[in-house]
């Protein structure tokens, strides 16, 4: 069956540190995956977007890899902040790329 | 740019009413409009996706009779749920996306809280 999966558990990091989210898929061959940010009570809003033949892609704090052979993606956030706390989801085009799936999400808190 | 609105963001009904949900795109024409759910501590789940001026497609195990969806215009859709009953109670997010986007990049509205009593 597909799945994709991020850790449930919340995670806490101290300001100023790296925070490292991972999502695993099993079953798709997405042609790319996409990074939200969600907070609580609002809608995702978009982050970063990587292609199948990316490695990698930065965006300010944020960098996001791809590996297809891993079926897995990292979202990094660096210098983390409290301002940065939220959930944050990984989504894959599906159905020809006209969909999204999306993850469970983590959700990140960074403390002071 | 590509701000999409959602009217109401919160509605508490009564068991049995049925409740409508508009879901905007300000300053861009939606060609395509996706309509989700999400329960507390859960991920968004498509329910539907609908084409301006056609019949809306819906997810499996999702009642089109019981979601009714209309996208009349480029920058208007409309989710409503009919005979609303407690378990309905949800998060509904809309997206649109417009044709010739990058990466059919979807834009996310802020959401509609409803409460069925």
């Known amino acids: 069956s597909q799945k994709i999966e991020q850790n449930s558990e919340a995670l806490n990091i101290q300001e100023g540190k790296t925070a490292t989210l991972t999502c695993n898929y099993t079953n798709y061959s997405p042609a790319y995956l996409q990074w939200y940010r969600q907070d609580p009570g609002r809608g995702p809003v978009f982050l970063l977007l990587i292609r199948e033949n990316e490695k990698e892609k930065r965006k300010e704090r944020l960098k996001v890899t791809f590996d297809t052979t891993l079926k897995q993606s990292l979202f990094h956030i660096t210098a983390s902040q409290p301002a940065d706390s939220a959930t944050y989801l990984c989504a894959l085009t599906t159905g020809g790329g006209n969909k999204l799936t999306f993850g469970t999400g983590t959700q990140l808190k960074v403390e002071l | 740019g590509a701000v999409v609105s959602q009217h109401p963001s919160r509605v508490i009904c009564k068991s049995g009413t049925s409740v409508k949900i508009e879901c905007r795109s300000l300053d861009f024409q939606a060609t395509t409009m996706f309509w989700y759910r999400q329960f507390p501590k859960q991920s968004l789940m498509l329910m539907a996706t609908s084409n301006e001026g056609s019949k809306a497609t819906y997810e499996q195990g999702v009642e089109k009779d019981k979601f009714l969806i209309n996208h009349a215009s480029l920058t208007l859709s409309t989710l409503t749920v009919t005979s609303a009953h407690p378990e309905d109670s949800s998060f509904y997010i809309c997206?649109?996306?417009?044709?010739?986007?990058?990466?059919?990049?979807?834009?996310f509205g802020p959401g509609t809280r409803l409460t069925v009593l």
């Open positions: 997206s649109a996306r417009t044709s010739g986007g990058l990466y059919n990049e979807q834009f």
